[in-house]
């Protein structure tokens, strides 16, 4: 800033110095003018009076010049600086992203540098802002949908056993369990949304390690299995003798692995087949995931890692779907560096996940 005032005190120095200047020459040819005046005047025709008039008439006409000259020199300097100073109460008038016209190569032109970039950054981050709160009432928008449906049901049941409106125990054992297993579901929403909540956050922090990633798939399908076999599907894997080591937190990470799987188990056709592959791509490792399932349009595809979309909502309530499970994997994939995406073909439908390899 410093720079900056001495940049401008010199160019109003020099400004002074060349209107004086010109000033000076102008009083020179007007002292010379009266000087011949005077040759050709007699004597008798110079009047005090007379000489005084000619040279205050000389000394207005040179400070005119001086300060014609001076604004001449200066004009388009304030001109420029009252745009600058224009900009500026457009910019703090949230008009964020707007740009100063850049003229020049000095210290003025690099103010308006740094301005605009000022400007850039403010808009991005009203933009971000912006984002996070519209975010915020979707999702408080979402959260109140889902919470209401199983609480709705709860409550119906609740009523129903209170008011004692069974016949049979079979019939006061079937409503409790169909309440209880709606707090399951609560509970299970709410779990989640904590945790998509959480990774959204800038503030998380991840305990990175080097390990085997065809180890961890390895177990989870092991775990997996007896699940599997009871809903009559075939898991099958495709794991290459060649070590894919990735730079992970494993106790997040595990579960973008468990939530495809559980995906598979909820919403494959049964009987079917679910096949778990790895392989080298593009200096990382493909994870997939591939199970039967109902044919999805191209743009259902584009939403199934939005938070709370269902494909379906009738068997989503069926299996416990929360719409969270998918918009969590993305989230922990992304937050190490990793992508995520589905393709489908036929009944087909394959999840892949990509991991750099370490």
């Known amino acids: 800033m410093s720079k900056l005032r001495i940049k401008i005190s010199l160019q109003l120095f020099l400004a002074i110095i060349i209107s004086f200047f010109v000033s000076l020459v102008v009083l020179g040819m007007a002292l010379n003018c009266v000087s011949r005046i005077n040759v050709v005047l007699d004597i008798e025709h110079r009047s005090p009076i007379f000489i005084i008039a000619i040279f205050v008439t000389v000394f207005v006409i040179s400070v005119g010049i001086f300060a014609f000259t001076f604004f001449l020199i200066i004009n388009r300097k304030i001109k420029y600086l009252k745009y600058i100073s224009q900009q500026v109460k457009d910019i703090t008038h949230e008009?964020?992203?707007?740009?100063?016209?850049?003229?020049?190569?000095?210290?003025?032109?690099?103010?308006?540098?740094?301005?605009?970039?000022?400007?850039?950054?403010?808009?991005?981050?009203?933009?971000?802002?912006?984002?996070?709160?519209?975010?915020?009432?979707?999702?408080?928008?979402?959260?109140?949908?889902?919470?209401?449906?199983?609480?709705?049901?709860?409550?119906?049941?609740?009523?129903?056993?209170?008011?004692?409106?069974?016949k049979t125990l079979e019939e006061l054992e079937t409503y409790i369990n169909i309440a209880f297993g709606r707090t399951e579901m609560l509970?299970?929403?709410?779990?989640?949304?904590?945790?998509?909540?959480?990774?959204?956050?800038?503030?998380?922090?991840?305990?990175?390690?080097?390990?085997?990633?065809?180890?961890?798939?390895?177990?989870?399908?092991?775990?997996?299995?007896?699940?599997f076999d009871k809903d009559r599907l075939n898991l099958q894997t495709s794991i290459p003798n060649d070590k894919y080591f990735v730079k992970i937190d494993p106790e997040i990470y595990v579960r973008v692995i468990g939530n495809l799987l559980g995906n598979a188990l909820k919403y494959s056709l049964k009987p079917g087949n679910v096949s778990v592959s790895l392989c080298a791509e593009n200096n990382g490792v493909k994870m997939t995931i591939t199970n039967r399932a109902n044919s999805i349009d191209s743009e259902?595809?584009?939403?199934?890692?939005?938070?709370?979309?269902?494909?379906?909502?009738?068997?989503?309530?069926?299996?416990?779907?929360?719409?969270?499970?998918?918009?969590?994997?993305?989230?922990?994939?992304?937050?190490?560096?990793?992508?995520?995406?589905a393709e489908t073909q036929n009944e087909t439908l394959s999840f892949n996940v990509w991991q750099p390899l370490s």
């Open 95 to 166: 008009g964020f992203g707007s740009k100063i016209e850049i003229r020049g190569n000095d210290e003025i032109s690099d103010l308006c540098l740094n301005i605009n970039i000022m400007s850039q950054e403010l808009k991005s981050k009203f933009d971000y802002e912006r984002e996070i709160e519209n975010s915020k009432s979707e999702l408080i928008c979402d959260v109140s949908h889902d919470l209401r449906t199983p609480l709705t049901s709860i409550k119906g049941y609740l009523q129903l056993l209170k008011d004692k409106q069974y």
């Open 187 to 227: 509970e299970d929403l709410i779990e989640n949304l904590f945790e998509y909540t959480k990774l959204q956050g800038k503030d998380i922090n991840l305990n990175y390690k080097r390990l085997c990633l065809n180890d961890i798939v390895r177990q989870i399908v092991l775990d997996y299995g007896p699940l």
């Open 300 to 341: 259902s595809l584009a939403h199934l890692f939005d938070r709370f979309y269902r494909l379906e909502k009738s068997r989503s309530k069926e299996t416990g779907g929360t719409g969270l499970g998918l918009a969590i994997a993305k989230s922990i994939v992304e937050l190490h560096g990793g992508s995520i995406w």
